[in-house]
T-cell receptor, first 115, second 117 residues
Framework: ETGVTQTPRHLVMGMTNKKSLKCEQHLGHNAMYWYKQSAKKPLELMFVYNFKEQTENNSVPSRFSPECPNSSHLFLHLHTLQPEDSALYLC??????????????FGPGTRLLVL | AQTVTQSQPEMSVQEAETVTLSCTYDTSESDYYLFWYKQPPSRQMILVIRQEAYKQQNATENRFSVNFQKAAKSFSLKISDSQLGDAAMYFCAYRSAEGGSARQLTFGSGTQLTVLP
């Protein structure tokens, strides 16, 4: 248990559906991240939020829409996804202060299947 | 841009034996951090060990230790007295120490470790 939770753990959706992934951290961190993990590929950073402000968007398609209402919660809103978007979506958090304290701690992930 | 390479897609080790996982990276920066993460079948990404580039001493965490060779840009993970619970995908990761905002991790492609009873 790392102090980062994600819901749902599994999600199956059609290409016309709209769904949201939720991440919550109980570590007092100020930075939160979304990663995508596809089969046979390294983890890919999608978004970074620092004190609720988006500081990184790694050329992610607009069908993925992040939201960070406060430093403890991060959402990923999904709409009109494609089958190739099926993957494990991992959330992470860290402190912003830099140095070793900025180590990222990961949630258990949401396994997404797009039909 | 930084890159992280794990040249061993799969490794196996006998229980109680020692195994070393390789990682090399490419960067032009002098200050950075290196990490090993473990991802068991549960898919939870768990931090195993971390190393600050400015520290010459190799990091150790119980049965896990690293061999950090800064000049060679090499960061291998040694697991001693391997246990069945060590079976997992192991990822090497790099993070810059420069800049003031939260910085992204660059991951290698992973090494799947099997522990044989």
């Amino acid at each position: 248990e790392t102090g980062v939770t994600q819901t749902p753990r599994h999600l199956v959706m059609g290409m016309t559906n709209k769904k949201s992934l939720k991440c919550e951290q109980h570590l007092g961190h100020n930075a939160m991240y979304w990663y995508k993990q596809s089969a046979k590929k390294p983890l890919e950073l999608m978004f970074v939020y620092n004190f609720k402000e988006q500081t990184e968007n790694n050329s992610v398609p607009s069908r993925f829409s992040p939201e960070c209402p406060n430093s403890s919660h991060l959402f990923l809103h999904l709409h009109t996804l494609q089958p190739e978007d099926s993957a494990l979506y991992l959330c992470a958090s860290s402190r912003r202060s830099g140095g070793a304290l900025e180590t990222q701690y990961f949630g258990p992930g949401t396994r997404l299947l797009v039909l | 841009a930084q890159t992280v390479t794990q040249s061993q897609p799969e490794m196996s080790v006998q229980e109680a034996e020692t195994v070393t996982l390789s990682c090399t990276y490419d960067t032009s920066e002098s200050d950075y951090y290196l990490f090993w993460y473990k991802q068991p079948p549960s898919r939870q990404m768990i931090l195993v060990i971390r190393q600050e580039a400015y520290k010459q001493q190799n990091a150790t965490e119980n049965r896990f230790s690293v061999n950090f060779q800064k000049a060679a840009k090499s960061f291998s993970l040694k697991i001693s007295d391997s246990q069945l619970g060590d079976a997992a995908m192991y990822f090497c990761a790099y993070r810059s120490a420069e800049g003031g905002s939260a910085r992204q991790l660059t991951f290698g492609s992973g090494t799947q470790l099997t522990v044989l009873p």
